[in-house]
């Protein structure tokens, strides 16, 4: 592992695209992620959330973000219309949600 693999996963600069419900994020390695607001929030990891998927229940009701909180350099901590505010994602999992073709 060198610092190049580490400084991969940093956001160099994040939009919040309120009207068309996108957050976007652009990474010192030059790639973007277009992050679908309803889609993270059902993709929240706080432990309710994460109950509630093992559980089989349906996940919560897509929502757009309301807030984006800086969790000092680790990710971001996120808070949604419906009120949940919970959420910590971290930059190497928003990176990874990113990644995928929804
Ligand atoms: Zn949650």
Not at 63 to 77: E, F, M, S
């Amino acid at each position: 592992m060198n610092a190049t693999t580490t400084s991969s996963c940093l956001p160099v600069q994040i939009t919040d695209r309120r009207r068309s419900g996108l957050l976007v994020i652009e990474w010192s390695d030059g790639a973007s992620s277009v992050l679908h607001h309803g889609r993270l929030r059902q993709q929240c990891r706080c432990a309710a959330c994460t109950q509630r998927r093992r559980s089989g229940q349906a996940p919560a009701a897509p929502a757009a973000l309301a807030d984006i909180r800086p969790v000092a350099d680790k990710g971001l901590n996120l808070v949604f219309a419906d009120g949940h505010d919970r959420g910590i994602y971290p930059w190497a999992y928003l990176r990874e949600l990113g990644d995928e073709r929804a």
